[in-house]
Nanobody, 117 residues
Framework: QVQLVESGGGLVQTGGSLRLSCAAS????????MGWFRQAPGKQRELVAT???????TYADSVKGRFTISRDNAKNTLYLQMNSLKPEDTAVYYC???????????WGQGTQVTVSS
């Protein structure tokens, strides 16, 4: 069972930047997919971005051109660089892993991102 710890959130103004980190308790070299999710107040959790072990990346349309996902297998860490932040990006951000399916029993506490308008 993978333990995940998110960090790097904070309060920023519209147009600002943040870099989120996700530290995994296991080696991620062999994990096919890793991803970032977010959940805004009163809303369902949504997928933001994914990255495979081979470097294939996907983004939600709402963040394309603004967010960059990356992974450092040597450090067992997933990152999300967020630029040009908007108030609608305000949410708790979570990471997860998907060897074959998303590990829904491995959700961490998340990290809060708040973008002021």
């Amino acid at each position: 069972q993978v333990q995940l710890v998110e960090s790097g959130g904070g309060l920023v103004q519209t147009g600002g930047s943040l870099r989120l980190s996700c530290a995994a308790s296991v080696r991620i070299f062999s994990i096919n997919y890793m991803g970032w999710f977010r959940q805004a107040p009163g809303k369902q959790r949504e997928l933001v971005a994914t990255i495979t072990s081979g470097g294939t990346i996907t983004y939600a349309d709402s963040v394309k051109g603004r967010f960059t996902i990356s992974r450092d297998n040597a450090k067992n860490t997933l990152y999300l660089q967020m630029n040009s932040l908007k108030p609608e990006d305000t949410a708790v951000y979570y990471c997860n892993v998907r060897p074959k399916a998303w590990s829904t029993n491995s959700w961490g506490q998340g990290t809060q991102v708040t973008v002021s308008s």
